[in-house]
């Protein structure tokens, strides 16, 4: 049985929750939030013990596994103090805030010989690993992408300076598909706007344009609002979040419900539920087994990276290049 401490009893705590907790091989048996209703409520429904510190949880708790669930800019320092004790960890996106911090997190995962996955769960979808079987070996032309949202309902997501935007919060889980399927990212130019929401109490953008060119060759537009309504993401008849993928005589359209194969003598759909990424980061902990992982931090740091030179060019204005700002940021290579 694997003992499980949850840091972090908010929207994705209660999501991972809500997974683990159908499973008979693992327990959640602590729960710390710095909102106490929150802990306990969490902690009564697992029965769990509640805490309000996170290291007093590290520390008086015989724990497999730590999930950190919390806003951005405490994942630093949470995942140092979990690395110290040699945790598995599931480590939610984004992973941070600096490039540079990043990287000092993904040292000491490594160091620490932990089994770690950070939260790209879309990955893990059977739809994306059979999208990935049908477009092998096949160039990859363009990549078209978008995600239409509202305001953020978690508000230090909602806030740009302290969740770092919407391109490094939620359009990183399409710039991360897009890496995937075309390869690593040459160049990055983008374009944020704050027009709809101009004059509201908003510090954000409310629209997004990344244009991203690949080593491969391929190119891809990714976009996204946060100018819409509440109820974008739960009306059935509109798939709010897309990836098309266009490769020689064959286009792919992922959605978080399904995948279309568009041929030219047939449309297929893909609609298997299967793939999900707590039940394959607990197995993979179970089997002691890193290749399991489909998101280690050493490849979430390419995806992280990008959204990070999104946001630098569209303040500056500036193509970026992925080699040399990594570069500049780190005085190292990957």
Known sequence: MLKIGMIGAGRMGNLHKSKLVTRDDVAITAVCDVIEERALRMAREVGGKPYYDYREMLDKEELDVVYINTPTITHPEMTKEVTKRKKHLFLEKPLALDLKVA???????????????VGHMYRYRETVQQMLKLLAGKPIAMLNAYWYWTIPPV???????????PVVDQIVHLIDLCRLVAGEVDTVKASYTLNSRKGEDFNNWDGYAVNLTFK???????????ALYKEMGTQTFMDNI??????????TRFTPKTLQVFMPKKVEVIDTPAGDI?????DAVKAND??????????????FAVTLAANY??????IIKMDDFIKERLNMIF
């Not at 990836?243 to 064959?250: G, N, P, R, Y």
């Not at 890193?290 to 995806?303: V, Y």
């Open 278 to 282: 707590d039940h394959v980061f607990i």
């Open 103 to 117: 990287y000092e997190m993904k040292k000491q995962i490594e160091e620490a010989g932990i089994i770690c996955t």
């Open 290 to 303: 890193p290749g399991m992982i489909k998101c280690p931090i050493g490849d979430a740091i390419k995806t």
């Open 242 to 251: 897309v990836l098309d993928v266009a490769a020689k005589d064959v286009m």
């Open 313 to 318: 060019s569209a303040q500056t204005g500036q």
């Open 155 to 165: 508000p230090h997501i909602a806030d740009k300076d302290i969740g770092g935007g």
């Open 216 to 226: 491969s060759g391929a190119v891809a537009s990714v976009t996204g609002t946060l």
